[in-house]
């Protein structure tokens, strides 16, 4: 029974520890290919971070990993919702516009355009499941079509009715009563932890409540398994891609809400693109499992915010981060399916020697 529960350990760890060399291997081959010392990298990329980094890292896991869990909902039903960057785009410029306007004040405000950011988000992914089930249309192809959407949509309404300020335009800016003051761990220069962050929390407790503890999410990952079978069980497939849709739109609608509320205050040049993304490798890196995308989003936010090392400490890119970051991604895909075939690879060899052993022992 040891030897069973240690192969089963083993084979668990097996392919993270493949995926982290294979990357660390890769990264540091291509960065000795263009003429840069990847001692140099390796030094300046895990050296302690400054205090303003470390807040940074922690506001950038927050959001990063709300992104991955709306990610990760749309792949547990075996959707590829690759539209949570024109989902959050349109969420925060909703709900910023509708802050900024002050129609409500103090908390009031802040709840309200909290609930808009999630409706409007679980509205735009919402189309894409609309047209998946009732017209088959992939949810590939629609978000991506959306995205573009989004972005060109939000750009003429500000533009169109956005506040100028010299060459830059944004949304009113939020009232002191709708920021909401953050935590303060250092010096005041070096930033605040944004209170909004503690979404990431409840998000990643809610997502594991909702697959684990609920039928709801045994209906979620049946269906993501095999439509057929969830079909012949009773379950509505077209129905649970609806709301998965809505769900993933609707956590994805709360990505920036920690930053507009915590420190931008507006919809403008402070807002962060390629949350989306992000997100979307963080789930593929964290296997979709809440713990897993915390350390997948833990090491995107600390690698990009020690980029800026490599800036000013180096002869370095940082775009090789972003290297780094996609081969983590791909290496982490690829170990899990080369040791999942092998494990059951192994695990066919060991049955079929115990059915011979068997029908030996019965001649």
Excluded: C, H
Aim: no cysteine; aromatic share 10%.
């Amino acid at each position: 029974m040891n030897a069973v529960r240690l192969r089963t350990i083993g084979m668990a760890l097996l392919a993270p520890a493949i995926a982290v060399v294979v990357s660390v291997l890769v990264t540091t081959s291509v960065i000795a290919a263009v003429g840069s010392s990847p001692g140099e990298f390796w030094s300046a990329m895990f050296s302690d971070p400054l205090p303003r980094l470390r807040v940074n890292i922690v506001n950038q896991t927050a959001m990063i990993y709300i992104s991955a869990v709306a990610a990760a909902i749309g792949f547990r039903m075996g959707l590829f919702n690759i539209g949570l960057e024109g989902q959050y785009l349109m969420a925060s410029f909703a709900a910023a516009s509708f802050a900024g306007a002050a129609y409500v004040g103090g908390f009031l405000n802040v709840a309200v355009s909290l609930v808009i950011a999630v409706v409007v988000g679980a509205a735009w992914a919402g189309i894409a499941g609309i047209l998946r089930t009732a017209r088959g249309v992939s949810e590939v192809i629609s978000t991506i079509m959306l995205n573009a959407i989004a972005l060109t949509l939000v750009g003429y309404l500000v533009n169109r009715y956005g506040v100028r300020e010299g060459n830059t335009v944004r949304t009113e800016k939020l009232s002191e009563s709708s920021m909401i003051e953050g935590f303060t761990p250092y010096e005041p220069r070096d930033g605040q932890i944004w209170t909004l962050a503690i979404f990431a929390v409840l998000v990643g407790a809610g997502f594991w409540v909702l697959l684990n503890k609920t039928r709801f999410g045994f209906d979620l990952r049946a269906s993501g398994q095999s439509e057929t079978a969830a079909l012949a069980s009773g379950v509505n497939p077209k129905r649970m891609i609806l709301i998965s849709m809505l769900l993933s739109g609707g956590v994805a609608g709360l990505v920036w809400m920690p930053a507009l509320f915590g420190s931008a205050g507006s919809y403008g040049t402070s807002f962060q693109f390629g949350l989306g993304f992000l997100g979307i490798a963080v789930a593929l890196l964290g296997r979709n499992s809440p713990i897993g995308m915390l350390f997948g989003a833990l090491l995107f936010a600390f690698l990009s915010a020690q980029s800026n090392t490599l800036t000013f400490g180096t002869d370095i890119s940082p775009s090789i981060v972003q290297i780094t970051q996609g081969v983590a991604v791909l290496a982490v895909v690829v170990s899990y399916e080369v040791v999942r075939r092998w494990r059951a690879r192994l695990e066919q060899r060991v049955v079929s020697q115990k059915l011979a052993t068997a029908k030996g022992a019965s001649a």
